[in-house]
């Protein structure tokens, strides 16, 4: 961090304007998590959909526990992610979409075909948007059955 508070000071100094550069997606994770309730009890789906939670800017990977433990507790499998803050703060598009598509990967990595999103304020809202177009465009087998919007803009 020191190297880096001193690039910025020392372009501060000489009057040019800087951005933040996050080329790589090291800040961006998914995780999954399963059902906790006894399946040998519970009715049986032929195909219930995955949940896709997409967390809100500047939330942790506890507070979208929160909400898998909820999904899961009915039964439902999840895939949780947080779009780094500053890829929506600094209109970074490329750096979203290329987050979007490590979505569809975990996704067909967990054998998640049907989906409910449940986007988290705007940044869940941003990662629904580029999600979504992704999957229209180019992995049709993967089949969106419904949204929650919680705290999203209009």
């Not at 949940?51 to 499998?77: D, E, I, R, T």
């Not at 600094?90 to 986007?119: F, P, R, S």
Request: include cysteine.
């Amino acid at each position: 961090h020191f190297y880096k508070r001193m690039m910025i000071t020392q372009l501060k100094l000489l009057n040019k304007t800087i951005r933040p550069c996050y080329s790589q997606l090291s800040q961006f994770h998914i995780w999954a998590s399963g059902p906790t309730i006894d399946q040998s009890s519970a009715p049986a789906e032929p195909s219930s959909p995955s949940v896709l939670l997409f967390g809100f800017a500047g939330s942790s990977p506890h507070h979208l526990a929160k909400q898998a433990a909820v999904y899961s507790s009915l039964g439902y499998n999840s895939l949780a992610c947080i779009l780094p803050a500053q890829h929506l703060f600094y209109y970074d598009i490329t750096q979203v979409q290329a987050c979007a598509q490590k979505v569809v990967e975990a996704a067909y990595k967990h054998n998640c075909k049907e989906l409910v999103i449940h986007g988290m304020s705007n940044n869940g809202a941003v990662m629904y948007q580029h999600f979504t177009q992704l999957v229209t465009a180019q992995y049709k087998d993967i089949l969106i059955k419904g949204a929650v919007f919680d705290s999203a803009p209009g």
